[in-house]
């Protein structure tokens, strides 16, 4: 497994914006990375993720608003928020998958969340 420290959290009102930063302890080039949310009450969803060819995809709810990125000089991934709603408080939990097929079972290789709150 490779070690993910997610940043960038925190309390923002509606209609703004965060940046979480997903930090790698080593090379992430040949990883599926993700990031998840987990709000209270709920299980955790996937919102974005990126192929190591740079192709993402997006949970329907946060299409437009949300942007995930990947740095792999930096072993960093970003997932860049806009237009924050209540709804996208959660946990957000980056996720590294070293398989080489897809599936929508996430692989057991996390960090250890940030808090993101939306007030309104």
């Known amino acids: 497994q490779v070690q993910l420290v997610e940043s960038g959290g925190g309390l923002v009102q509606a209609g703004g914006s965060l940046r979480l930063s997903c930090a790698a302890s080593r090379s992430i080039f040949s990883y599926l990375m993700g990031w998840y949310r987990q709000a209270p009450g709920k299980q955790r969803e996937l919102v974005a993720r990126i192929t190591r060819h740079g192709s993402t995809s997006y949970e329907d709810s946060v299409k437009g608003r949300f942007t995930i990125s990947r740095d792999n000089a930096k072993n960093t991934v970003y997932l860049q928020m806009n237009s924050l709603k209540p709804e996208d408080t959660a946990v957000y939990y980056c996720?590294?998958?070293?398989?080489?097929?897809?599936?929508?079972?996430?692989?057991?290789?996390w960090g250890q969340g940030t808090q993101v709150t939306v007030s309104s």
């Open positions: 996720n590294a998958d070293p398989r080489l097929y897809y599936t929508d079972t996430p692989y057991d290789n």
